[in-house]
């Protein structure tokens, strides 16, 4: 699972931060095997301070780009719809 937490922190001071956001992708484990790793199935949801929005992200390119794409289109998937 790759969790990404996005806090504010008022003028720095670690004391006064806030969560503004959590977002949890868990990889569907089942085209992972049937792709020999290549690609991956993945279900994320998406916290926010009041709402939760689960996506769904499929055969995605696993080993030819960075995670932070994963995060990238995770966070187009949950504001796209």
Do not use: C, D, F
């Not at 008022?10 to 020999?36: A, D, F, S, W, Y």
């Not at 689960?54 to 696993?62: E, T």
Request: charged share 30%.
């Amino acid at each position: 699972m790759i969790r990404v937490t996005l806090e504010l922190i008022p003028g720095g001071l670690e004391e006064h931060k806030q969560t503004l956001g959590v977002i949890e992708i868990m990889n569907n484990l089942v085209e992972t095997i049937e792709t020999e790793g290549n690609r991956g199935s993945y279900i994320a949801i998406v916290h926010k301070k009041r709402t939760s929005k689960k996506v769904r992200i499929r055969n995605y390119p696993r080993k030819a780009y960075h995670p932070w794409e994963l995060v990238r289109r995770v966070l187009n998937e949950a504001h796209s719809g």
